[in-house]
């Protein structure tokens, strides 16, 4: 029966192949991501789940987006 140390190394080494391993979305090539997830996109829409910004949304998330992008420590701006 293995000690302790053992058990460590071996759940050790399991880790780093795990990290370093090619598998998942996020290891493969962008391109293939691109085709999947407009696979998936498209099939959303189809049924119907996909949310579609109307103008009043996408405003919003655009001024959103906008005051997240200049933030610094001098200004606050809760508007």
């Known amino acids: 029966m293995p000690n302790n140390s053992d058990n460590q190394q071996d759940s050790e080494s399991r880790g780093q192949r795990q990290a370093t391993s090619r598998r998942g979305f996020a290891s493969m090539d962008p391109e293939r991501q691109r085709q ?12 119907g789940n996909a949310h579609q910004f109307n103008a009043t949304e996408a405003r919003e998330a655009g001024r959103k987006g906008g ?8 200004s606050s701006q809760d508007s």
């Open 36 to 47: 999947i997830a407009s696979r998936g996109g498209k099939a959303a829409h189809a049924s």
């Open 67 to 74: 005051l997240a992008g200049r933030r610094n420590s001098n």
